[in-house]
């Protein structure tokens, strides 16, 4: 065994965990990843994503490459069985996060630009063809056991005789659904009571814009097959997700033939070729426990929902946010081990609201009843199905309530993110000033209504203190659109401080406010403090 012991051992490498490689190999930290493929996942999964996690994208250098390969999520309109409109929902558009509202990608295209990012980073090691096979926590540290693998034949792994142990100071399960990591200790999952089959199929089209003529999202309410197409996934390819009806079989299901037969609506045998095809079974569970001790669940191995939402990797995405930063303060020895408490608080119930969102859509598309589907129609075209809800805000953990125990807005609400001049370079905030926790005002310097003990702590966390300011000169930092302006007036805001993962700790409506607000983030942070500095 090799004696190093590395700061972060990461089981797994599929999208959730290839961001978490990206997000640590960013702050420096020494990290280890093993995956049990000898490449990456390769079978139809995610097709959609959101402005959030295109701006986390943004923070390790993939939106470039990104870009090129998805397409933004305009339309999604829902039919009935016989094809009239249900509902029409405008998705697209800019964002909060300054990023298009949506977006429709091929899974392979965004991990390969996933996994060249974690690439950038000399400190981060990526191991493929290992499984984990036993984990031992330790006071000090957490020790792995993975073997290798030999793929005789696509989608077969077989065991062979060399093993390898490794050491580090934290581990992350990003394993999937059936996480080896979870297992390990034996944490029970919460079954939130959705299960259907769907057959998943991507086509790629002879002409790629062979379903340009649907909206981006399809969805058909049909309760002989209810059937969602993603006429854009991505930009060469389309996807169909079939639902399975009772007493189908699976492997009836994977026929081409019968695939051919389902899709003939929309595309014949000789205008694509299916490229990948399997049955799904959509379902929705989260784990009652993120963390044991040194080691963390993230992505799938934490929660599944169902696909409604497109939501899946999104969830995981932020789990990888969350944790990356409050890992990195407790590796720099900034703060006390107790911050990764808040990780499960933070994330639980944020991540419990948008399954359970998804399982509420699933009831709605999944009708297979007629007269159920028959009744739906009728409330849909009478408009007394209530709107969608919102995507929810952050609830729990690091944000700053008032003297009444309140959470006011702007806190726990993702942040702006719009386009700023400063020193003749012109971009979006993140990639002009930097991304983590950053303070802003439009009204001046937000470091002059502080003290000095409070900026000094503040430098601890690489706090940013930037004044945004309508005066287009090369020292300032100028708000390109005028969009920065609007936000604070509209809220009645003179700053805000915003957490590395874009949520909102705080807005103070007047300067004056700030010092009291700092207070109460430094003490919420578990950092640790030198002796010339008091909380
Ligand atoms: C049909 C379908 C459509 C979907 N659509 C969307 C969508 O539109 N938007 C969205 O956000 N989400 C969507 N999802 C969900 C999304 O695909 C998942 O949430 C996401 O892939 C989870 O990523 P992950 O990295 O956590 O886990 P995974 O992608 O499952 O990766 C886990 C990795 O860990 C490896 N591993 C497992 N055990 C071990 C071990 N013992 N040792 C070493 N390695 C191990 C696995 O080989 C795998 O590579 C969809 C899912 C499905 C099925």
């Not at 965990?17 to 990290?31: D, N, P």
């Not at 390790?60 to 090129?68: L, N, V, W």
């Not at 969805?219 to 006429?231: E, G």
């Not at 899946?312 to 407790?330: P, S």
Request: proline content about 5%.
């Amino acid at each position: 065994m090799n004696n190093k012991i590395y700061d972060v051992l990461q089981i797994g490498y599929g999208p959730v965990g290839q961001t978490m490689a990206a997000l640590l190999g960013k702050t420096g930290q020494s990290v280890a990843v093993f995956e049990r493929w000898p490449s990456t996942f390769s079978l139809p999964r995610a097709a959609a994503f959101d402005h959030e996690i295109m701006r986390v994208l943004q923070g390790i250098s993939c939106t470039d490459k990104i870009e090129e390969k998805v397409v933004p999520f305009i339309n999604y309109h829902w039919v009935n069985a016989n094809r009239d409109i249900l509902l029409k929902i405008p998705y697209g558009g800019t964002a909060a996060s300054g990023w298009e509202n949506g977006y429709l990608m091929y899974q392979p295209d965004v991990e390969k630009a996933l996994d060249e990012a974690v690439r950038s980073y000399s400190n981060v090691e990526i191991n493929l063809g290992w499984r984990a096979e036993e984990l031992n926590e330790h006071e000090d540290f957490v020790e792995v056991t993975f073997r290798k693998g030999e793929i005789p034949e696509p989608g077969k792994w077989v065991p062979t005789n060399e093993v390898r142990t490794v050491r580090a100071l934290y581990v992350i399960g990003a394993d999937g659904a059936n996480s080896f990591t979870r297992n390990s200790f034996d944490i029970k999952s919460e079954d939130l009571g959705f299960e259907a089959d769907f057959l998943v199929v991507d086509i790629r089209p002879n002409d790629p814009q062979h379903l340009y003529h649907l909206p981006e999202g399809y969805q058909v309410c049909d309760p002989a097959r209810p059937t969602t197409v993603a006429s854009r996934l991505g930009t060469e390819h389309i996807r169909f997700e079939f639902m399975l009806l009772p007493g189908e079989k699976k492997e009836d299901m994977l026929d081409d033939k019968k695939i051919h037969e389902l899709m003939k609506e929309w595309i014949s045998p000789e205008e694509g070729t299916i490229i990948r095809k399997i049955v799904y079974r959509f379902n929705s569970k989260i784990a009652n426990k993120w963390q044991n001790n040194r080691t963390f669940l993230i992505g799938d191995a934490a929660h599944v929902t169902p696909p409604f939402m497109g939501q899946g990797m999104c969830i995981g995405i932020r789990d990888a946010k969350n944790l990356a930063w409050k890992l990195d303060l407790v590796l720099r020895n900034k703060a006390e081990a107790s911050l990764f408490e808040t990780y499960q608080v933070e994330r639980y119930d944020h991540c419990k609201t948008i399954i359970q969102m998804a399982i509420d859509l699933g009831k709605i598309i999944c009708i297979s009843d007629e007269k159920e589907a028959e009744k739906r129609d009728q409330a849909f075209f009478s408009g007394s199905i209530p709107p969608f809800q919102e995507m929810p805000i952050l609830t729990n953990g690091i944000l700053h309530k008032n003297e009444h125990g309140e959470k006011l807005s702007p806190t726990g609400e993702l942040s702006l993110q719009d386009f700023v001049r400063y020193q003749g370079k012109t971009g979006r905030f993140d990639d002009i000033i930097g991304d983590g926790w950053t303070m802003i005002s439009t009204k001046g310097e937000p470091r002059n209504a502080l003290t000095s003990n409070q900026i000094a702590l503040l430098e601890q966390i690489d706090m940013k203190f930037v004044h945004i300011s309508n005066v287009d000169s090369t020292d300032m930092v100028y708000d390109v659109n005028g969009k920065y302006a609007a936000y604070f007036n509209e809220r009645g805001l003179d700053a805000v401080i915003v957490r590395p993962d874009f949520y909102t700790f705080s807005g103070v409506a007047t300067m004056e406010e700030l010092p009291g607000v700092v207070n109460d983030l430094v003490s919420q942070l578990h950092l640790k403090v030198s002796e010339t500095l008091t909380i």
